[in-house]
Every structure is written in C-alpha cells, then in structure tokens.
C-alpha cells in the first residue's frame, strides 16, 4: 500500500472537525419530550418548581451543546433561550398531533398510547424540534434528531418541511417528506408517502422543490407526490399508489384505477388465469 496513503489519511484526520454529540443531542430531546409528556416516562415531577428546574436544566444542557452546531447564527446561550420559551406553543402542537392520531385511528384506545408508542407521534416531536432549530439557522443539529427519527420509525422528514397543525401519520413507515414540502392542518398521511422533488439537480438547492399540501388532505398508502409547484387542494383525498406530479384542485379525488379479477372454482385442477 503506498506510503502517501497513510499521509493522505492523516492529514485527513487533523484537519476533522469533532464529531457532533449525537447521542447527548438525542438523549436532550428525549429529555425534553419526557418534561412535556409524563406519559412518556417513568419519572414523575412533584410541582411547579420540580418542573421549572427540569426546564432549566435542559435550556443550560442545549446551550452547552449548541456550539458543536457549525457557523451558529446567534449565541448558543440566546437559541437555547428562545428554544424554551417556544415550549408551550410547541406542547400544544404535539397534543394536537396527538388528538389528530387518536381520532383517526380506531386501534388507538387513549392518548397516553399514542404520545407513549405511535411511530408517528414520535416523528412529528422530533421533527417540530427539529424544525425549530432548522427556522434559526442551526445546522447539522437538527439533521441528527430527524436521522435519529428515521432511524427508529422509518419515517423521513427533512427539519425544513413545513407542517401546519393537527397532522396524523398512521403507521407511518416508509414516509419521505422533502426540505421544501409544505403541508397544512388536519393533513393525514399513511405509511409510503413520497412528498418529493421532480429533480434532483443541485443547482435547483436554492427551491422550493416539494409539494405543498393544503388543509384537510388525505393521503393514503404508497402514494407520490412531487415537483415544487404541486399544489394538493384544500379537502382533497390521495388514493393509495397514485403518482402525482401536477396540481389538483380542491376537494378532489384521485386514485388508481387497477383491474382485479377474482374466480373461484371447485376444482383446484382447473386453469389459471392471472390478471396484473
């Protein structure tokens, strides 16, 4: 092996930077979720004041971990303190989430259930998180609690997308939602959505490259959605499989038509005709 390699390699290594606190990142959010969500945790704060000292230490942790974010645009001490005092507007979104899920789902019997084990909930917290870190121009910290989220649900959304309130997503696995989608209230979305770009193209970074999606959608299983200027109309439902890459105004509907054929025979023997 040339020796140059091992040079390349080491220059490569000093010149690193170090690498972001992942695991404390995403144990801060799970904190944080816990504070907000006793149902989430086995832990339980006695008072007013056992809460407050809660909320304070976890401002105090996010700005000691702040400056491992590159290129922060303010302070980590002022994000950390503005990150906190959005917590009551961003509680009442997840509860709405939370409601939205429980009214949708009939397996879903209370909303210590869903804010404890949905998938979906469990997306949405990270990425409002997320999403408001990514609206302050904190980078690279926000991508770790949306991988993390991907990780753990199979549901993909990128900290930039726009999610308006109330939104549901059942089961959830296999869910794409691009940087510039723009989705608004009382939306649901079942499991192997694509909100995604018509092109990949790096020079179109700077665009708005995802659909948008107005109030009161549905979309259901395994349907693709894509293109910058598709507009999904108000009261619209999306039929399962169905690939969309222009506007649909509102209250439409939009499906797949396949052709299923079904015989039936007492004869097991008889011929088979299969129809796809």
């Known amino acids: 092996m040339p020796h140059t390699f091992f040079h390349t390699l080491a220059a490569a290594h000093q010149a690193a930077p170090a690498p972001l606190p992942t695991a404390a990142f995403v144990g801060l959010a799970e904190r944080l979720l816990d504070v907000l969500f006793p149902e989430r945790s086995a832990d339980r704060l006695a008072g007013p ?10 401002e105090h942790d996010l700005a000691a971990l702040l400056p491992a974010a590159p290129a922060l ?13 959005q917590l009551p507007a961003l509680h009442e979104l997840l509860l709405l989430d939370a409601q939205a899920i429980l009214a949708a789902d009939p397996a879903a019997q209370d909303l210590a259930e869903v804010i404890g084990t949905y998938p979906g909930f469990y997306a949405l917290a990270l990425h409002r998180l997320a999403h408001a870190l990514h609206r302050r121009g904190v980078r690279l910290l926000p991508r770790l609690l949306s991988e993390h989220a991907h990780q753990r649900t199979g549901i993909d959304i990128h900290p930039g997308a726009r999610i308006g309130r109330s939104c549901s997503i059942d089961h959830g696995t296999g869910i794409v939602i691009g940087e510039t989608a723009v989705i608004g209230d009382h939306v649901r979305l079942f499991q192997g959505v694509t909100l995604g770009a018509l092109s990949v193209a790096k020079e179109l970074a700077s665009i708005k490259r995802h659909p948008t999606i107005e109030d009161h959608v549905v979309v259901y299983a395994g349907a693709t959605i894509l293109g910058g200027s598709t507009v999904v109309g108000r ?41 796809i």
């Open 235 to 275: 009261h619209s439902i999306i039929g399962g499989n169905v690939w969309l890459t222009e506007s649909v105004p509102s209250h439409s509907r939009v499906y797949h038509r396949a052709q299923l054929h079904v015989t039936r025979t007492e004869d097991p023997s008889a011929d088979l005709v299969f129809s």
């Open 73 to 85: 645009p303010r302070p980590p001490q002022e994000l950390a303190a503005e990150l906190v005092a």
């Open 49 to 58: 004041a056992a809460v407050a000292a809660a909320v304070q230490h976890l």
